[in-house]
């Protein structure tokens, strides 16, 4: 699959900024896509239609992996500048 990937793109490789652009210029059809596809998995069940809120809590990274439940008190004391 990756050579016929390959092949089809003329072995050229995108880069960020093309991805970037891309997002850019079909954004309102990329969210479109995003709610019909939620929607779809809704109705099959596979997922929960909400609001989700977000604290913007810094963590060390593999803190879930070293200990279960991190310390979330700790982890924004130890963070620069606060």
């Not at 896509?33 to 939620?38: E, H, K, T």
């Not at 239609?49 to 060390?60: A, N, P, R, S, W």
């Not at 310390?71 to 924004?76: D, S």
């Amino acid at each position: 699959m990756k050579q016929m990937f390959r092949w089809l793109t003329g072995n050229i490789r995108p880069d960020h900024c093309a991805f970037a652009r891309f997002r850019s210029r079909h954004e309102e059809a990329i969210n479109h896509l995003f709610a019909q596809v939620l929607s779809l998995c809704h109705e099959a069940g596979l997922a929960k239609v909400g609001k989700v809120y977000l604290d913007g809590t810094k963590m060390q990274a593999g803190q879930w992996i070293l200990g279960g439940q991190p310390n979330v008190r700790a982890a924004w004391q130890r963070e620069p500048g606060r």
